[in-house]
Every structure is written in C-alpha cells, then in structure tokens.
C-alpha cells in the first residue's frame, strides 16, 4: 500500500505467479524454508530476501548464510545467521512480531553477513528507517 502497511489479502494469485516467474529463485528458497525446520520459523518472507539477497550477491554466498541459519553449527556469538536463528527460536513461543519487524530483522542479517559484519541484537524501532537489502 502507499503508505507502506502490509496487506496480504490484497494480493491476487495472478500477482503471485508473476513475481514467482519474474523471480524464479523464490520457488527453490520456499522449497528449502520449508524443507528445513528451523528456517520455517523465521517465515515466509524469508525466501523473498533470500531471492534477492541471491541475485544481488550470488546464490553460493547466499546459500551459506542460509545454511548457517539451518544447521546452527559452528556459529559465534555475533555471526548474523546466529543472532537471526536465536530471535526465531524454534519450537519456543515467542512475542508476536509485526511482519515488518520480521521483515527488518532478517534484511539486517543478511545485509551483516554480506558485509562481513557481526550483530548485535535484532531490534528495528518506529524512529528507525526500514532497512534496506545490499
């Protein structure tokens, strides 16, 4: 919407499979998101930062964060896949998170791991600009 709200139900199935075929990449993430238990509850906005993320940095470096969300191995405290995969707990209940929250905290992530950076903790405030992908 112009005012930048979410509105999910003003999307049309039409819709939908454009943007799948203009972005083909968000099929094979969806596919891995819900292959992967952990992954699944960051949600399904993920597999669209992913696809971008990828087309913007290549699919193998994008595929090893991806990896390091899903595994949770050999991670250190401020690795971005770490940081991300501890505010999506999974199988804990957590607050309820606005899909733009959601949204921002994952865009932070992948735009830490593609600069090389380490986190802190995932917070996105009112006062704050949306975030945007590098």
Request: cysteine-free; glycine content about 8%; hydrophobic content about 45%.
């Amino acid at each position: 919407m112009e005012d930048g709200t979410y509105a999910a139900r003003m999307i049309t199935n039409k819709e939908i499979q454009e943007v799948v075929n203009h972005h083909p990449m968000v099929r094979t993430w969806t596919n891995r998101l819900v292959g992967n238990r952990p992954t699944r509850t960051i949600g399904s906005a993920f597999a669209g930062v992913l696809t971008l993320a990828s087309e913007r940095h290549g699919a193998e470096m994008i595929q090893l964060f991806f990896d390091q969300v899903a595994s949770g191995e050999m991670l250190k405290k401020g690795d971005p896949a770490k940081v991300l995969r501890e505010r999506f707990p999974e199988g804990r209940r957590i607050e309820r998170l606005t899909f733009e929250v959601s949204l921002a905290f994952m865009i932070k992530a992948v735009n830490a791991f593609v600069q090389g950076k380490q986190l802190g903790i995932l917070r996105f405030t009112a006062k704050e600009e949306f975030p945007k992908l590098v």
